[in-house]
């Protein structure tokens, strides 16, 4: 079965640092990897997917991840922190056939610091 | 981008009562949509996937009598959450895919249920 494993559940950084949240699959077929985000008391969004193309996805809001195969990874980074990414950060995989779902991680949430 | 809409945005409601929470795709046709729940603090649980004009399929541990979802047409869903109790106070949020194929689910901003 595929699925997807968080590292850290909560991230704080100052605001201008580097962000870095960690997420690892488990698929023995390449996977479809997404990364969405969530503000309080809203939806999901989607920040960037990954389908097998290009190893490095850029994403909205100047988010990006690299996937990397031999360390079965998906982290997702951004060279500065706003005050504005402060939200939950979930890491999803896609799973099944033509009836797809997707499978998300417990979530990581992002703090900035001023 | 493709918008997706939840209607009620927050409900509170008595026990024993039953509510009934819509899903909308504004611009595009979603063939396929999805109901989760969401705890606080927790990642989201896909509890049902519907597809138009059949019956949902529903994940293992989720009450199909409790929890009915009504996919009527190409821009609506539907999840009508059956005598309700404390227990199943929670944060329901919707997802839609389009009709083309595409990898991409459009979430819904979410509905906040409040049981006394």
């Known amino acids: 079965a595929q699925s997807v494993t968080q590292l850290g559940s909560h991230v704080s950084v100052s605001e201008g640092a580097l962000v870095l949240l960690r997420c690892n699959y488990s698929?023995?077929?390449?996977?479809?990897l997404f990364w969405y985000v969530q503000y309080p008391n809203q939806g999901l969004q989607l920040l960037l997917k990954?389908?097998?193309?290009?190893?490095l996805v850029k994403g909205i809001n100047g988010f990006e991840a690299e996937f990397k195969k031999s360390e079965t990874s998906f982290h997702l980074t951004k060279p500065s922190a706003h005050m504005s990414d402060a939200a939950e950060y979930f890491c999803?995989?896609?799973?099944?056939?033509?009836?797809?779902?997707?499978?998300f991680g417990k979530g990581t949430l992002l703090t900035v610091n001023p | 981008g493709a918008v997706v809409s939840q209607h009620p945005s927050w409900v509170i409601c008595k026990s024993g009562t039953s509510v009934k929470i819509e899903c909308r795709s504004l611009?595009?046709?979603?063939?396929?949509m999805f109901w989760y729940r969401q705890f606080p603090k927790q990642s989201l649980m896909l509890m049902a996937t519907?597809?138009?004009?059949?019956?949902?399929?529903?994940e293992q541990g989720v009450e199909k009598d409790k929890f009915l979802i009504n996919h009527a047409s190409l821009t609506l869903s539907t999840l009508t959450v059956t005598s309700a109790h404390p227990e199943d106070s929670s944060f329901y949020i919707c997802?839609?895919?389009?009709?083309?194929?595409?990898?991409?689910?459009?979430f819904g901003p979410g509905t906040r249920l409040t049981v006394l």
């Open positions: 997802s839609a895919r389009t009709s083309g194929g595409s990898d991409t689910q459009y």
């Open positions: 698929s023995s077929v390449p996977p479809y």
């Open positions: 990954y389908t097998s193309a290009a190893t």
């Open positions: 999803a995989v896609r799973t099944g056939g033509s009836n797809y779902k997707l499978t």
């Open positions: 611009d595009f046709q979603a063939t396929t």
């Open positions: 519907s597809n138009e004009g059949s019956k949902a399929t529903y």
